[in-house]
T-cell receptor, first 111, second 115 residues
Framework: GQQLNQSPQSMFIQEGEDVSMNCTSS?????WLWYKQDPGEGPVLLIA?????ELTSNGRLTAQFGITRKDSFLNISASIPSDVGIYFC???????????FGTGTRLKVLA | GAGVSQSPRYKVAKRGQDVALRCDPI?????LFWYQQALGQGPEFLTY????????KSGLPSDRFFAERPEGSVSTLKIQRTQQEDSAVYLC?????????????FGPGTRLLVL
């Protein structure tokens, strides 16, 4: 099935560093979501974006809905060990209810 | 309830066996989604319900997969004559109203292993 391009696929960072990941699509989306998934659990919603150009923060997390409506990025500032996990972007095409997910970014934080 | 719940959490099935996976959405949530997540991949859409109506089943991989939500709350995903390629995590998600701006909240998933 269709999945969005998400990069990087994985990254190791030192505690305290900032992290950036992005997601691109060949299609226009009306909504972008960012999720974090821990092993053995379902994805947990981090940030939701509904307008092109929108920049939204949730604590140390900041995400933006690209102005072309074909991309989004997520930044994590001052990473901590509990940030480890898999981060997924998800976009919803216009006129549909379903979300298409990215391939995931696996984040590991070194203390 | 406080969140989306799914049962069983783990299921081991022999190839050819039928399985039924249950989802209890957040109370009052109109919309319900089923996703399939293969190992190392992101979730892939299977089907969508608004109340008891199945509005989109375009993601169901074959006619062995069937989903229902007869009373607009609990949903069951049934897989007939399971195959090894059906091994995956099956995630259920719900959202409040079903409008295009609603976000989805996921359950913990059912991990299905077909031997």
């Amino acid at each position: 099935g269709q999945q969005l391009n998400q990069s990087p696929q994985s990254m190791f960072i030192q505690e305290g560093e900032d992290v950036s990941m992005n997601c691109t699509s060949s299609s226009i989306f009306n909504t972008w979501l960012w999720y974090k998934q821990d092993p053995g659990e379902g994805p947990v919603l981090l940030i939701a974006l509904y307008k092109a150009g929108e920049l939204t923060s949730n604590g140390r997390l900041t995400a933006q809905f690209g102005i072309t409506r074909k991309d989004s990025f997520l930044n994590i500032s001052a990473s901590i060990p509990s940030d480890v996990g898999i981060y997924f972007c998800a976009g919803r095409p216009s006129g549909t209810y379903k979300y298409i997910f990215g391939t995931g970014t696996r984040l590991k934080v070194l203390a | 309830g406080a969140g989306v719940s799914q049962s069983p959490r783990y299921k081991v099935a022999k190839r050819g066996q039928d399985v039924a996976l249950r989802c209890d959405p957040i109370s009052g949530h109109v919309s319900l989604f089923w996703y399939q997540q293969a190992l190392g991949q992101g979730p892939e859409f299977l089907t969508y319900f608004q109340n008891e109506a199945q509005l989109d089943k375009s993601g169901l991989p074959s006619d062995r997969f069937f989903a229902e939500r007869p009373e607009g709350s609990v949903s069951t995903l049934k897989i007939q004559r399971t195959q090894q390629e059906d091994s995956a995590v099956y995630l259920c998600a719900s959202s409040l109203q079903g409008s295009l701006s609603e976000t989805q909240y996921f359950g913990p998933g059912t991990r299905l292993l077909v031997l």
